[in-house]
Structures are given as structure tokens and as C-alpha cells.
């Protein structure tokens, strides 16, 4: 009886089948408890989609067995979909499994294995179209939270492709991984240069912090024990040790501003929201647009950073879009005065170093939070500045990779909507002339 599933419907010049017929295995994921404490194995969520790959995942669950952690475990292969989200245009995300992984996943995901028909790859491509969202749109059940759930994707319709086509789209994925693991490379060995020129060193003292009133609540305001833990007095000593400054020295610290859903629309102002911000770089890419006046609201330009205030607490990015944006009010914005220290800030912060700091004043209710007013206290070393921009250069090296590895994915996404509208022999010469 809904409207919208007759009017999302695709029209498909290929062959194609359900998605019931390109499957030999759906299965949901855990809906265990999860913790941020590292205790039991890695459970793989949306917040670790990097695009249409994977990353670490940041939450742990120690409420499954071994035996379910191995029949939830990734492989190479896999499809992993988003199957429910309060915000539609998550719902039917997906992303590809390039190699096993020693992750399972959580249940607002489901994992398909696809049979000979598909490649898993081109799937991905498909689903992330404009093809394959219409599909995900046409069978998603609406309501307050949007569902698209294993038996819908079974009646989606889905091209099927020649092989040639589809090992296509493969390689390019393939190459776009390996840009996209460089990228990764090189920005750890960023974050490694720069704990080498702090001398940290791995903190193992779990003894107790004894602390006095006048020591603790009446200087802080604190009475969570661990805010007090030893190892943040640690990391405050050997920052001690360089010139520092306060994170409101460096930069202008804001909170962002909500904006109602009636002004969404499909061209505008990007309204960036916790879900684009889950790596270093913004991903404008999937940031809704907003309909408004900009000059009423806080803005986020290039080379600010943008950082989770709610939820996701220290995850962190950097704004590359030469376009001004606004950011959501569960998020935060640094812009640094001088924007040449912008990859420099964004590397501390999102260290191990900088983690350890909203892992400090972060407050632990129904959802981490953590103040405006307590990010802009961070200390932040002032390296030399020879040192500043070899890692600043390292940074830009990354992002260009990224970028690039991007570009790759967005052309065989668009091969396969050239494939559907036009034919493969079409799709194909274009993917390679590019």
C-alpha cells in the first residue's frame, strides 16, 4: 500500500534476477551487548564501513561463546548491508570484505555470500548506485526506525552481468584497496614517527589513584574513578615535557547545530553528521544536503576537523571539501588559526595520545558525551616545525591515496549504473579509457 514502492522502481535494460537466486548465505550478526573495554572479540559495526571496504572495529563483545564468534567471523568475500537505522539513507549501506578478517558483526548488519552468478564486488557497486538504492528504498519498511531486512533483499531485483563485466569491476576494486591500504600505512607510520619523537612508551600501572577530596572533585568536578586513572597523569608529564598549549590557543573550538529534516533536499549545503566523519578524511560524499541560509548557522571549512561530541566519542576528521558545510549538533568543530598545523592537530588527536584525552573527559551516561569547554583543555605539543611538516606531508600523501583509490570506486559504481542504462560493451570501454 506505500506510494514509494511504486515509484522507485528501476528500470533495467539487462537481465536480472532476485536476490534470493545470487545468494548461498544471509546471516545476521550478534545482538550481544557490546563495550569499549576491549574485553572478548571484535565486533565489526556500521561506524566501521570505510566506504565500501572495512576497518578495525572499535567495540568488543564478551557475551558470545568461541563457536558463535567463529560462525560470525568475516571472510574474504563477504557482503556485509546495513538492515536498520533510524536514518534511511544508512539503511541498505554496504561494503566488501577483502580478505578474512578475525571480526564478527553486529545484528543491525547482515552478511551475504553470493553464488556463482555475482561477484561480490559487483554487488557492492550495484547496491551503492542509484539502481540499487532505488531497490533498497522501494523494499525498506519505514517507520521510526527504516528496515531492510534479509527477506527484503531476497526480492530485490538484481542485474546479473557477463563475466568479463564483472571482473572489470573486480580489478578495480582490487586496485583501489591497495591505494586504500598504503593510505592506511602511511598514516600509521605517521602516528609512529610521532610517538617516537614524544618517547611514549606502553603504560601498563592498573594500580589504584588514591586521591584526596580537595585533589580530585574540588579541582575538577569529577567523581567518575576514571577520570583519575594513572595514565592519564602519565601522558600529561611527557606532553609536560615539550612547549605546549591549550587546543583554544591553537584553534577556535564549536559545537554544531541541528537542522530539521523539512529542509533535506537533494542539492544544497552539506550537513555533515556522526556517519561521515568515521576516518581521518569527511566523507562529503554521503553527507545529506540542507536547503538553508548558511550565513544563519556555524560553518566547517577546509582544513577544520570535525570530531563526535555524542556517541563515538574521538572519532575524528578532517574537512577537504573546498566547499563550506555545516556540521550536525551531536558533532564538534576545531578550526585551527593557522591552518598549517590542521594535519599536525588531527594526528595527535586521533593517536593514542590524543584518544586518551576524550577517553578522559568523556562522561559515561546512556551515550558518551563530551564537552566543548574540555576539548578546547587539551594539551598540545609544539613539535619543531621541520617535524610538524614532515608529518603534515605524510598526512596529504595519505589523503591523496585515499583519494585516489576513491575515484576508483566511484568509476566502477558508475560503470555498473552505464552497464544498466546502456550495456556492458559500453561500460566496459568507458572504465577503460578512464
Request: aromatic fraction near 12%.
Amino acid at each position: 500500500m506505500e506510494a514509494e514502492f511504486f515509484n522507485a522502481a528501476a528500470s533495467h535494460t539487462v537481465k536480472t534476477v532476485k536476490g534470493a537466486d545470487i545468494v548461498d548465505l544471509i546471516q545476521y550478526g550478534t545482538s550481544e551487548e557490546l563495550n569499549d573495554d576491549k574485553s572478548g572479540y571484535p565486533i565489526l559495526r556500521l561506524n566501521e564501513f570505510d566506504f565500501v571496504f572495512i576497518k578495525e572495529p572499535a567495540r568488543y563483545c564478551d557475551k558470545i561463546t568461541e563457536q558463535e564468534y567463529r560462525e560470525l567471523q568475516l571472510k574474504q568475500d563477504d557482503v556485509l548491508i546495513c538492515r536498520t537505522n533510524g536514518n534511511p539513507d544508512l539503511v541498505g549501506r554496504s561494503a566488501v570484505v577483502m580478505e578474512n578478517e578475525s571480526y564478527a558483526f553486529a545484528s543491525y548488519l547482515f552478511r551475504v555470500q553470493t553464488n556463482h552468478l555475482i561477484l561480490p564486488h559487483v554487488l557492492v557497486a550495484y547496491l551503492r548506485g542509484k539502481y540499487g538504492r532505488a531497490e533498497i528504498d522501494k523494499y525498506s519498511m519505514k517507520g521510526n526506525q527504516t528496515n531492510f531486512s534479509p527477506a527484503k533483499f531476497r526480492e530485490i531485483d538484481i542485474p546479473i552481468f557477463e563475466q568479463s563485466f564483472q571482473e572489470a569491476i573486480k580489478t578495480t576494486f582490487t586496485n583501489a584497496y591497495k591505494l586504500h591500504i598504503s593510505a592506511k600505512e602511511i598514516y600509521a607510520q605517521a602516528e609512529s614517527i610521532l610517538n617516537t619523537y614524544l618517547n611514549i612508551k606502553d603504560y601498563d600501572d592498573n594500580s589504584c589513584a588514591i586521591k584526596t577530596l580537595s585533589d580530585s572533585f574540588m579541582q575538577s568536578g569529577r567523581l567518575d574513578a576514571e577520570y583519575y586513572q594513572h595514565k592519564y597523569d602519565y601522558i600529561q608529564e611527557i606532553i609536560n615535557c615539550y612547549p605546549n598549549k591549550s587546543l583554544k590557543e591553537l584553534a577556535v573550538v564549536n559545537t554544531g547545530e541541528f537542522v530539521e529534516e523539512k529542509f533535506y533536499c537533494d542539492n544544497g549545503i552539506d550537513y555533515i553528521r556522526g556517519s561521515d566523519i568515521t576516518d581521518s578524511v569527511v566523507d562529503n560524499s554521503t553527507a545529506v544536503k540542507v536547503n538553508i541560509d548558511i550565513n544563519d548557522f556555524k560553518k566547517i571549512s577546509y582544513g577544520d576537523l570535525a570530531f563526535a561530541m555524542i556517541g563515538s566519542v574521538g572519532n575524528i576528521s578532517i574537512y577537504k571539501s573546498n566547499t563550506v558545510g555545516l556540521v550536525s549538533n551531536n558533532l564538534g568543530t576545531i578550526s585551527p588559526f593557522d591552518k598549517n598545523l590542521s594535519n599536525y592537530i588531527l594526528l595527535f588527536l586521533t593517536s593514542n595520545i590524543g584518544q586518551m584525552f576524550f577517553e578522559k573527559f568523556q562522561t559515561r551516561t546512556a551515550q558518551p558525551k563530551i564537552r566543548k569547554e574540555d576539548v578546547e583543555n587539551f594539551s598540545i605539543p609544539l613539535l619543531d616545525d621541520e617535524i610538524v611538516k614532515n608529518l603534515s606531508d605524510k598526512l596529504d600523501e595519505s589523503f591523496r591515496l585515499r583519494k585516489e583509490a576513491k575515484r576508483l570506486l566511484d568509476n566502477a559504481i558508475k560503470a555498473v549504473e552505464m552497464a544498466v542504462e546502456t550495456d556492458e560493451e559500453t561500460a566496459l570501454k568507458w572504465l577503460g579509457e578512464l
